[in-house]
């Protein structure tokens, strides 16, 4: 008999005794885990989910898979590139059982992602700080649309060679308003506009 099980956002064929690679689980080294998101088992198949179904594995071990590499590389004059690799964390398991019914009375711990939100007590917690949270977020821009005259305002970018009234527009759209806010900017990682390097010099010393 085989069945098809959902985690991690993806769908696995799987029949008893096979070792399986999936995304990272939150359970130890020989726990054994109950997959209850069943597609589909033998030719029974869900809608969306086939009732009373569940997989159970034993995990082996908490593994990382093979390395990726993750290449960027931006296309300007004074263009920069950057690599990075990445191995993906996953879990791997040996499928013990598979259950045609009465899965949720096994009493097995379920198979939950490791980067998962805990079920729906804690999920249900939000709801009432929702409000506060957006009052929060609120009174911060109401601050700083108050603050800005009394930082003493932005400097004229326009009088950096290069730099005319359209750029600078982008300047203080990306939170650049003054000749040391320019001067610190570092145009390898500033995404938002295209900084030149000679304007950054430029800002430094007309900031002295």
């Given amino acids: 008999m085989f069945a098809v099980v959902k985690t991690g956002g993806k769908q696995y064929k799987v029949q008893t005794g096979d070792v399986v690679r999936v995304e990272k689980l939150a359970a130890e080294a020989g726990e054994k885990i109950q997959f209850n998101e069943v597609l589909m088992v033998g030719t029974t198949l869900g809608t969306p989910l086939v009732e009373g179904a569940g997989v159970q594995a034993e995990v ?16 300007r004059k004074h263009s920069s590139q950057r690599t990075k690799g990445h191995r993906q964390q996953l879990t791997l398991l040996r499928i013990t059982d598979i259950l045609e019914s009465g899965a ?17 007590p804690a999920a249900a917690k939000p709801a009432k700080k929702a409000a506060p949270k957006a009052e929060a977020k609120a009174a ?69």
């Fill in 140 to 208: 911060p821009k109401a601050e700083a649309k108050t603050e800005a005259p009394a930082a003493g305002g932005s400097d004229d970018l326009t009088a950096i060679n290069g730099i005319g009234p359209a750029m600078q527009k982008k300047l203080n759209e990306a939170g650049v308003n003054t000749y040391a806010e320019l001067a610190k900017v570092d145009i390898e990682t500033f995404d938002a506009v295209n900084v030149k390097p000679e304007w950054v010099a430029e800002a430094a010393d007309l900031a002295k």
């Fill in 104 to 120: 949720d009375k096994s009493g097995i711990k379920a198979a939950i992602g490791a980067g998962s939100a805990p079920s729906a």
């Fill in 60 to 75: 082996i071990d908490q593994i990382k898979g093979e390395k990726l590499i993750h290449f960027v590389k931006r296309r």
